[in-house]
């Protein structure tokens, strides 16, 4: 699936007194033709390779994961792993 970069968005990493901050800025209005049927505009963050123009370090993608079309592909595949040795809740350490 192709990325839907988010225009009008910057974001610059800041190193404070505390450790590294992000300065974000988003344009509301070019925003919200990003919305879901909720309302909610749902980006990941990633590096870029080199700052931008301004001093951008990041960049903001759409983020496009639908829990129901995940769950009803996931349904359909039968396991692969027929194991007796399946790990159970018991198992993890924490």
């Keep these: 699936m192709a990325k839907t970069y988010i225009d009008w968005a910057s974001c610059k990493a800041i190193n404070g007194q505390f450790g590294e901050f992000f300065n974000i800025s988003f344009n509301v209005e070019k925003l919200t033709q990003y919305a879901n ?12 390779k080199e700052p931008g123009q301004y001093g951008e370090t990041h960049y903001f993608t759409l983020n496009e ?26 198992d993890i350490p924490f």
Excluded at 37 to 47: I, T
Excluded at 71 to 83: G, R, T
């Design 37 to 48: 049927e909720k309302g909610y505009v749902n980006v990941v963050m990633s590096k870029r």
């Design 65 to 90: 994961w639908n829990p129901e079309a995940n769950q009803s592909s996931n349904s359909a595949k039968p396991s692969q792993n027929n194991n007796s040795e399946d790990i159970s809740i018991e």
